[in-house]
């Protein structure tokens, strides 16, 4: 069974830094690329960043880039989102997904709560 | 960036009812690469359709999908108690954009 488990999420002040994790299982992790899609509260969604198997390729929304930055460890079967800087407006429920080939998202976690306020 | 539009906002259907969502995209979507995901309050979306009309493994047949270029549908052909969520397409042959969601409520 594919099993997605998201962890870090929390509040924080604006300003601030926060690093997500997320764990795997049911598949070979490394032979996959993975991203990360959030949905503010009430809201529809957005994708934040993807990440090729061999980190050779990542790539973020535009709002989020040069603050968020996105990791994997292949032998920890784990994914990362280490975000920097953060506003109000990042503040979601952070969906750590499957991305087959660079596209679509397959599988899904059920997600961490991040909230950036004063 | 591609916008994608998708209509109407809430569709209101009673159960056996046929659904019919819209996704419009702002450019031709490279190679049909457009998805439908289903959210059911307070969990996660579920994949449901890819490649525009590719079924998801596990979606049952009175899902489809169809459309080409900028202009696509999911189709839902008896509505079943379960299939009452809302529905996101996403667009992923240029970077990755979301619609803002179709709310099919019971009528």
């Known amino acids: 069974e594919v099993q997605l488990v998201e962890s870090g999420g929390g509040l924080v002040q604006p300003g601030g830094s926060l690093r997500l994790s997320c764990e795997v299982s049911?598949?070979?992790?490394?032979?996959?690329?993975m991203a990360w899609v959030r949905q503010a509260p009430g809201k529809g969604l957005e994708w934040v960043a993807n990440?090729?198997?061999?980190?050779?390729?990542?790539y973020f929304v535009e709002s989020v880039r040069g603050r968020f930055t996105i990791s994997r460890d292949n032998a920890k079967n784990s994914l990362y989102l280490q975000m920097n800087s953060l506003r109000v407006e990042d503040t979601a429920v952070y969906y750590c997904?499957?991305?087959?080939?660079?596209?679509?998202?397959?599988?899904w976690g059920q997600g961490t709560l991040v909230t950036v306020s004063s | 960036e591609i916008v994608v539009t998708q209509s109407p906002g809430t569709l209101s259907l009673s159960p056996g009812e046929r659904a019919i969502l819209s996704c419009r995209a702002s450019?031709?979507?490279?190679?049909?690469?457009l998805a439908w995901y289903q959210q059911k309050p307070g969990q996660a979306p579920r994949l449901l359709i890819y490649?525009?009309?590719s079924r998801a493994t596990g979606i049952p047949d009175r899902f489809s999908g169809s459309g080409s270029g900028t202009d696509f549908t999911l189709s839902i052909s008896r509505l079943e108690a379960e299939d009452f969520a809302v529905y996101y397409c996403?667009?992923?042959?240029?970077?990755?954009?979301f619609g803002q969601g179709t709310r099919v409520e019971i009528k």
């Open positions: 997904v499957r991305d087959v080939l660079g596209g679509h998202f397959d599988f």
């Open positions: 049911g598949f070979t992790f490394s032979s996959y690329w």
């Open positions: 990440i090729k198997q061999d980190e050779s390729e990542k």
């Open positions: 450019q031709s979507v490279r190679n049909n690469f």
């Open positions: 490649a525009a009309s």
């Open positions: 996403q667009q992923y042959g240029s970077s990755k954009t």
